[in-house]
């Protein structure tokens, strides 16, 4: 990313300001009709792409402070076709897919748009999403290609009839993910500037010191509970761990955990936050838009499997300090707990924003009502206190995020497109059942690594979109709720984080951590083990996504619960002390079968980890001195 200064930082300073504030404007008083107020919002994201991220830049170079003849052209270039649709929007609106002719200026832009699209996409998310984009896009023209399989072959599109679907229609560039990206993520980013800004964020941390940091193996807490706060408002898992992992992953070396171990909490901790409500990233926004249904919905059902998730991770890193003797920090060294109760309001954004949301406002309401807490809150400290220039750069800062989020939603609604022209997502729904055999465990397992691949090689949003146009119909097909194969969807897209062998968030933990990358990815595998086992489970018994009655929802939360803890402590080998090998893999049958979907089997399965917790053996944990 290119460091500018001087008369183009400062206008590129305003310009970014001007997005937010439009942003906020149609948060507040309503957004354009869709298919227009993407086009602007793409808009002005795209020449942001070509001035801010150099052509290439190798590692340790440093940043470039000018910006080149030719990306001024690109940046130039990349305004023309939603101008176009601005000046002729009526126009556009009138067309008959499918019947009016694709004029030549028609043409021409959206293959521009196409074109540029790609590169800055290249530029900021990388080539992998790149490389999908234009597979299946080159499909769609090509589909009957003699050396394509016979299952895979169809109709081709005409190329202009290409241009017109992704680039005249909203069912391609402006499909509804890039719908959320210029509605719902744009203002929940300004939200998050406003966190930082009024001191809220900084809170985030010292109450999780505060009430964690003594614990045995308190830094490694202080690590799940932040990260769990800040991943859910940044939605970003790499981003995250550089965030809080800077702070975190030194303390838990210190007081004695290995430095693979602490960099694989900071990395599953990081990663959870995307599944973690209230605001899940983007990747929720989507989901809500995919299903037609209110948001709260998706709170809802994620909640549950997201607590078990953290559940875990926290038991675990428990477990281990008490196995291995390891004690927290001093109170000395930790923020005090009465001053950090006594600004307790500080988390009032955060509790109005999750209330809101829950009763049934919109999501851009909820988190415009946020921003205006945020500001109220920083009044209470003269440090944090928000003049109009604290709230500009806090809109300015959130703003200047977008473009990622922004050019990646804009670039898999290619695929999107793709997948509607060419029709091949009816091809792949009848691979994946023919393969399945009719067998549904063997569906959802397809799919899990489908959404998996995605997910090493693309952004977690853009790897949800592409999972569920692809996998979703063919999990409903066998029979699945749509909300439970989405989240399906969704989970394993994320989770591809801490997979090997491109588990993004633990190799950038492992570089704080100074580990060995590989050894830190799959100790963050063992961690996140129930985000591995819970979405076959919620596929089966929606209990777990409290969408059952309220028998069925009480059942499945203890059940839950009793993996959680099996699965934990057979993991880790202790209990309330060591444990022999058949003790852990009775644990760890206990936890697994606690999730069938049958009543009296899981309730039986709770209660024998009830009992292996009761008949585990005693003892003192290795002692070693207080840090």
Not at 119 to 135: F, K, M, Q, S, Y
Not at 254 to 265: C, K, T
Not at 370 to 381: D, E, P, Q, R
Request: glycine content about 10%; hydrophobic content about 55%; charged content about 10%.
């Amino acid at each position: 990313m290119r460091k500018l200064d001087g008369i183009v930082a400062k206008g590129l300073y305003l310009y970014v300001l001007a997005m937010g504030l439009f942003h906020i404007y149609t948060a507040v008083f309503g957004s354009f009709e869709a298919y227009l107020q993407r086009a602007i919002h793409l808009t002005w994201v795209l020449p942001m792409c070509f001035i801010l991220y150099p052509f290439s830049q190798k590692k340790g170079e440093p940043a470039e402070t000018e910006v080149p003849w030719y990306d001024w052209i690109l940046a130039g270039l990349s305004l023309l076709p939603g101008l176009y649709i601005m000046m002729n929007y009526d126009d556009i609106m009138m067309r008959m897919q499918g019947v009016d002719e694709i004029t030549t200026i028609q043409l021409i832009l959206g293959t521009m748009l196409i074109i540029l699209l790609l590169e800055g996409t290249r530029r900021i998310v990388g080539l992998p999403i790149v490389i999908v984009a234009v597979t299946f896009t080159v499909y769609t023209y090509m589909c009957d290609a003699s050396f394509l399989p016979q299952i895979l072959r169809g109709v081709p599109t005409e190329y202009a009839r290409i241009i017109e679907g992704m680039y005249l229609t909203d069912e391609g560039i402006f499909s509804s993910s890039l719908g959320v990206s210029a509605t719902f993520v744009m203002i929940f980013l300004i939200f998050g500037g406003f966190l930082e800004k009024s001191g809220v964020g900084e809170y985030f941390m010292e109450f999780a010191q505060a009430f964690t940091g003594t614990a045995p193996g308190g830094p490694a807490k202080i690590a799940v509970v932040s990260s769990c706060l800040f991943g859910s408002i940044s939605g970003s898992a790499v981003a995250n761990v550089y965030g809080t992992g800077t702070f975190t992953i030194p303390l838990m070396k210190r007081i004695g955990y290995p430095d693979y171990f602490a960099g694989a909490v900071e990395a599953v901790a990081s990663s959870g936050g995307q599944i973690m409500p209230p605001v899940m990233g983007a990747g929720a926004f989507v989901m809500a838009a995919f299903l037609g249904v209110p948001f709260n919905k998706i709170i809802v059902a994620a909640i549950f499997p997201a607590l078990l998730y953290y559940g875990t991770v926290l038991l675990m890193v428990h477990l281990v300090a008490l196995k291995d003797g390891l004690k927290g920090l001093s109170p000395e060294e930790l923020p005090n707990k009465k001053s950090v109760i006594k600004r307790l309001y500080l988390m009032s954004p955060i509790v109005l924003l999750v209330y809101l949301l829950l009763v049934g406002y919109t999501p851009m309401y909820s988190a415009i009502a946020g921003i205006i807490t945020a500001w109220v809150m920083s009044l209470f400290n003269r440090k944090t206190r928000m003049g109009p220039k604290k709230i500009l750069e806090a809109i300015h800062d959130g703003s200047e995020n977008i473009p990622i989020i922004c050019t990646a939603c804009a670039t898999a609604g290619l695929v999107v497109g793709s997948v509607a022209l060419s029709g091949i997502g009816f091809k792949f729904v009848g691979a994946v059942l023919t393969l399945a055999r009719g067998i549904p465990f063997l569906g959802l397992f397809l799919i899990a690594v489908v959404a998996l691949i995605l997910g090493m090689g693309l952004p977690a949003t853009s790897a949800y979109i592409l999972g569920a146009a692809l996998g979703v119909p063919a999990l409903v097909k066998m029979g699945f709720m749509p909300l439970a194969a989405h989240l399906f969807v969704f989970y394993y897209a994320i989770i591809s984080n801490i997979t090997p062998p491109v588990a993004l968030a633990a190799y950038a933990a492992a570089s704080i951590a100074g580990s060995n990358p590989n050894k830190t990815g799959f100790a963050a595998c063992k961690l996140g083990v129930l985000a591995f086992i819970v979405p076959f489970a919620f596929c089966y018994d929606t209990g777990l996504l409290l969408q059952s009655s309220l028998t069925g929802n009480i059942v499945s939360i203890i059940s839950g619960i009793a993996a959680l803890c099996g699965m934990g402590f057979s993991l880790v080998g202790y209990a309330r002390g060591k444990l022999p090998l058949w003790h852990r893999l009775a644990f760890a049958v206990a936890g697994l079968t606690a999730l069938h979907h049958t009543p009296l089997f899981s309730i039986a399965s709770a209660a024998a980890v009830i009992v292996l917790f009761a008949l585990s053996k005693k003892d003192g944990p290795v002692v070693r001195p207080s840090v």
